[in-house]
């Protein structure tokens, strides 16, 4: 398992209400925003309150379920009793994922720069490849070199560069039967 400054080590965890606490200091860090891609975040949802939250945390885990219209697997990556962030998995290839990629994550600004983005899309990206999965479609911001570089690390190959209602955007495909490099650590 990945440490990512060898005291505690990452996990990718399902939503869980338990982590209310640490799930708000994590957003409180970040602030509200598109960055909170990977979270499955709705603008109507109260995750303020202790009942929305819990609200929330159970349309994250229904949307894994094989019933639901809009399949998408969510992931909380936590560090002891810390989140990190949040990765996305999202099946199809219907018009939604068409534009945002089969997998979106984001991860709090204090712990980037550690190869938290890398570990956990790689092992995302493992999950895909269990599902059947032969590709997957990542989108990010052009400017967001953070981002890219995460991507082309995991085997993301440009498709090209686009104009969106949002901005420019980056279109990646990953084929998931590629295995990524280890990922060095930063003292």
């Known amino acids: 398992m990945f440490t990512s400054d060898g005291s505690e080590t990452l996990e990718l965890v399902a939503p869980t209400a338990q982590l209310y606490s640490a799930w708000l200091d994590a957003r409180t860090e970040w602030g509200p925003g598109a960055h909170e891609d990977g979270f499955g975040l709705l603008p109507d949802d109260d995750v303020?309150?202790?009942a929305g939250f819990v609200a929330w945390v159970g349309r994250l885990v229904d949307a894994s379920?094989?019933?639901a219209d809009f399949r998408c697997t969510y992931r909380w990556i936590v560090e002891g009793d810390r989140v990190l962030g949040g990765i996305a998995l999202r099946y199809g290839d219907g018009e939604f994922?068409?534009?945002?990629g089969h997998i979106?994550?984001?991860?709090?600004?204090s712990a980037r720069r550690r190869g938290v983005a890398t570990w956990a899309l790689s092992q995302i990206i493992a999950q895909a490849r269990v599902l059947g999965m032969n590709r997957v479609?990542?989108?990010c911001d052009a400017e967001n070199l953070g981002s890219a570089t995460t991507i082309e690390r995991c085997g993301g190959v440009?498709?090209?560069i686009e104009d969106t209602e949002l901005g420019a955007a980056r279109r990646y495909w990953i084929t998931v039967g590629w295995?990524?490099?280890p990922v060095a650590q930063s003292a």
């Open 104 to 109: 979106g994550y984001g991860i709090r600004p």
């Open 158 to 160: 440009l498709e090209r």
């Open 179 to 181: 295995s990524p490099e």
């Open 65 to 67: 379920a094989e019933h």
């Open 137 to 139: 479609l990542m989108v």
């Open 48 to 50: 303020a309150s202790p």
């Open 97 to 100: 994922v068409q534009r945002v």
